[in-house]
């Protein structure tokens, strides 16, 4: 899948403010903005797992439990995974 890269510029002491390591920080930004952007109602589940690099949605949702994030789930949403694992289990 094609992808941007954006460089942004942060304060040296932010990976000590922010407990991350140095080498873990593009992954660490990554998840973070994921998690804001869906919480925010900007991105669905789906693409914030794809932002996030989580392998699954419900890695995604596991990573928004950590931080606390209510999940958006409707009874349309729970419908549509119904017809999905329909399909799947076929």
Do not use: C
Not at 17 to 38: D, G, N, S
Not at 51 to 67: F, V
């Amino acid at each position: 899948m094609p992808s941007k890269t954006v460089t942004i510029d942060i304060p040296d002491t932010f990976s000590i403010t922010a407990k991350v390591k140095h080498h873990e920080l593009p992954e660490y930004i990554k998840k973070t903005l994921a998690v804001e952007l869906y919480r925010e109602g900007i991105l669905s589940l789906g693409k914030a797992a794809e932002l996030a690099g989580a392998s699954t949605k419900w890695e995604m949702l596991t990573i928004l439990n950590e931080r606390k994030v209510p999940i958006h789930y409707t009874s349309e949403d729970a419908k549509e995974d119904l017809k999905t694992l329909k399909k799947v289990v076929k």
